[in-house]
């Protein structure tokens, strides 16, 4: 079946650092990809998405490419802010999106 | 753009008791919402598929009769948790389909923390 896998956390960094928080996919046929963010004591919302293969989601400073190569969707993000500070999921979606399956999740500490 | 509204955003109960969480699409219409349960530091496990007129869709594992769902109109889910107990304690989030042909995206509702005591 279908499954994300995405690095554990949490992640540490200081403000300005790059972010990159690796996301790899099984899936059968061709997914969306889509990078969700939760912060605190919220639901989630999604951050960005692909829909296929070399597509480049973006959004609020952060990218992620959809790589079918390599089966992965990495988060990237040039300067990271203590706003960012939040847990980040990657997520894939097959069957006209009716079926969405999350990776764990990682949290995001930005510190000062 | 597309929200979704979940309430009540916090519930505390005793436990045996029954609890109703209600997930509304605003200014759109939701045919199918899905519900969520989201453990501490785990990720969101699906548990039912919410289809506007008829019966929801229960993902493996998860008790029907424990988890209520009833999606009466296109605007309007409800879960309903029966002789919760403290085990039951989690996160819960609904979402809703939302954008055209071949851009459908989940919008997710902001969540409802239930604490059976």
């Known amino acids: 079946g279908d499954s994300v896998t995405q690095m554990e956390g949490p992640v540490t960094l200081s403000e300005e650092a790059f972010l990159t928080i690796n996301c790899t996919y099984t899936a059968t046929g061709y997914p969306s990809l889509f990078w969700y963010v939760q912060y605190p004591g919220e639901g989630l919302q999604l951050l960005l998405k692909?829909?296929?293969?070399?597509d480049k989601g973006s959004n609020k400073g952060f990218e992620a490419t959809y790589r079918k190569e390599t089966t992965s969707f990495h988060l990237e993000k040039g300067s990271v802010q203590v706003s960012d500070s939040a847990v980040y999921f990657c997520a894939l979606g097959s069957g006209g999106y009716q079926k969405v399956t999350f990776g764990t999740g990682t949290k995001l500490q930005v510190i000062p | 753009g597309a929200v979704v509204s979940q309430h009540p955003s916090r519930v505390i109960c005793k436990s045996g008791t029954s609890v109703k969480i209600e997930c509304r699409s605003l200014d759109f219409q939701a045919t199918t919402m899905f519900w969520y349960r989201q453990f501490p530091k785990q990720s969101l496990m699906l548990m039912a598929t919410s289809n506007e007129g008829s019966k929801a869709t229960y993902e493996q594992g998860v008790e029907k009769d424990k988890f209520l769902i009833n999606h009466a109109s296109l605007t309007l889910s409800t879960l309903t948790v029966t002789s919760a107990h403290p085990e039951d304690s989690s996160f819960y989030i609904c979402s809703a389909l939302t954008g055209g042909a071949g851009a459908n995206v989940l919008t997710f509702g902001a969540g409802s923390r239930l604490t059976v005591l």
């Open positions: 692909a829909t296929k293969a070399d």
